[in-house]
Each structure stands twice: as C-alpha cells, then as structure tokens.
C-alpha cells in the first residue's frame, strides 16, 4: 500500500509565535488521534522555523517536518541558501522541490531542479516534486505535455531505486492560493496519467507504490472528494495548513 500524505505548506507565512502556537495546536489535536497514525503528516514552515517545528512534532506518529525548497549545490559559497544537509541537520525530512512559485518568481528550470533532486535524495531526504501546468498551457490542451516534459526533465535520470523514494505533488497553477480548485475529475484523470507515464518508465511496482499529492485550493469542504480519488494520495495544502483546525479536517479527510 503506498503512503497517504498530508502535507502542509505555510510559504511565507506566519511570524515565529505564531508558527510556535501553530504547531502546538496541530500536535495537541494529533497526540491522541489514532486514526489518524498511519497518515503521513509533514508540516512545511519557513527555514528558520524548522528545528522549531521539529522538536515540538517530536513524538507524534509519523508526523514530520520539512523546508519549502533548498540549494542545488551541497555547500560552498552561495550566499543566502541553504542546503539540504543543513535542512537534515534540523531534523528535516521532506523537501519541496519544484514549487510553481519557486519555478515562476524564481526562474527555476528542469534542469535545476533536478540538481536539487539528486542533493535530496543524497541526503536521504524525501523529495516532495512539484508538477502542473498553467491556465494557459490547460486551455490549450496541453496540460499532459506540460507534466509529462516537467517530470521526465527532472525525474526520470533517476534509477528505480531512487525515483521509488520520491513524492509527486500535482498543482495546477490555476488552482493555487486562487479558490479555483481542480474537480475530482481533472485530478484523477491527471493523476492516473502520471501513474501510467511512471510505470511506463519503471513498471508496475514502483507506479503503484507512487505517492502523488494534490495541491491547489484543497481545503476542509474540498479534501474528502479529492481523497476519494483512486489515484489521489493525499494533498499538498497552503492556505488552509496555517490553520490547525482546518489542517486537521484535512487530514481526517480519507475515506476510511
Ligand atoms: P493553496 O496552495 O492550498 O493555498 O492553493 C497549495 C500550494 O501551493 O502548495
């Protein structure tokens, strides 16, 4: 059975109290739920928030913490980033890598990205890989060539050993932090394209034992319908991660 996942993006949100308060809140409704153990739940604050939130996950059944991005190099003179062995030291797990933002606002390419891939996976961290096309490239009907070019770019270098180890996170761009989320439908159809191009590229085993989130928009009302979803693992969540209650909704969101 491949992991269900709930991830929690807060970007560039929250001031140090209030990431404190918000993590405590989240592992306060987590520490006896235990319906909830078996579901992974990363929580993904601003770097500087990281040791935090990992010492205070500390305890809690496959509760985890990561970092939003981090340097395709593994150390040296790059001022202002940071590494994924820094990320690991403060008890990071999971690295999103590839965000829309990051690709947009940042100019990231594939090919960067698959740099950072590879420094991930060499610090044995878990790779969260974001995919997902534009309005545009959706009118056009071109959002399978789109998730197709952004995965087989970044990702499909990689042994079947390594690529097991990754997360896929499908975010259409048109639906992030806008309200628009994709139907269940436009999910699943993505999401079962994706299986299939990976196991085209490695089998069977390794499609099936795939993780592959959905971002954008899902929220607490939305989540149980995208959940539902044969090939929907779960959601990669901004802004209703940075509310504990709401975050929590989420997670109970699996159908059982
Ligand atoms: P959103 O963000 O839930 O606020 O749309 C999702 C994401 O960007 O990961």
């Given at each position: 059975m491949r992991k269900?996942?709930?991830?929690?993006?807060w970007k560039m949100n929250k001031?140090?109290?209030?990431?404190?308060?918000?993590?405590?809140?989240?592992?306060?409704?987590?520490?006896?739920?235990?319906?909830s153990d078996e579901i992974v739940k990363v929580?993904?604050?601003s770097f500087p928030y990281l040791r935090k939130v990992a010492r205070h996950s500390?305890?809690?059944?496959?509760?985890f913490t990561g970092a939003q991005n981090c340097a395709y190099e593994e150390a040296g003179a790059y001022t202002g980033e940071v590494s994924a062995g820094m990320i690991k030291s403060l008890g990071g797990t999971y690295v999103i890598i590839g965000h829309s933002e990051r690709r947009s606002y940042f100019h990231e390419t594939n090919e960067e990205l698959k740099r950072k891939v590879n420094i991930v996976l060499g610090q044995s961290l878990t790779p969260i890989f974001c995919i997902g096309?534009?309005?545009?490239?959706?009118?056009?009907k071109e959002h399978f060539a789109v998730v197709e070019k952004q995965i087989s770019d970044s990702l499909f270098h990689l042994i079947a050993a390594d690529f097991k180890k990754v997360v896929l996170a499908y975010e259409p761009v048109w639906a992030i932090g806008t309200g628009l989320t994709a139907t269940s439908q436009q999910a699943q159809e993505m999401h079962l394209f994706i299986r299939t191009?990976?196991?085209?590229?490695?089998?069977?085993?390794?499609?099936?034992?795939?993780?592959?989130?959905?971002?954008g928009s899902?929220?607490?009302?939305?989540?149980?319908?995208?959940?539902a979803?044969?090939?929907?693992?779960?959601?990669?969540?901004?802004?209703?991660?940075?509310?504990?209650?709401?975050?929590?909704?989420?997670?109970h969101s699996f159908p059982s």
């Open positions: 269900k996942i709930v991830a929690g993006n001031l140090y109290s209030e990431a404190v308060e918000l993590v405590d809140e989240i592992t306060i409704a987590l520490k006896d739920d235990t319906k929580l993904i604050p500390h305890g809690i059944p496959n509760l096309e534009s309005h545009e490239k959706r009118h056009a191009l990976v196991e085209k590229k490695y089998g069977k085993e390794v499609a099936t034992s795939l993780s592959i989130l959905y971002g899902c929220n607490s009302k939305n989540a149980t319908e995208l959940f979803c044969p090939d929907v693992d779960g959601g990669l969540i901004g802004g209703a991660s940075l509310t504990a209650k709401d975050f929590v909704t989420i997670i």
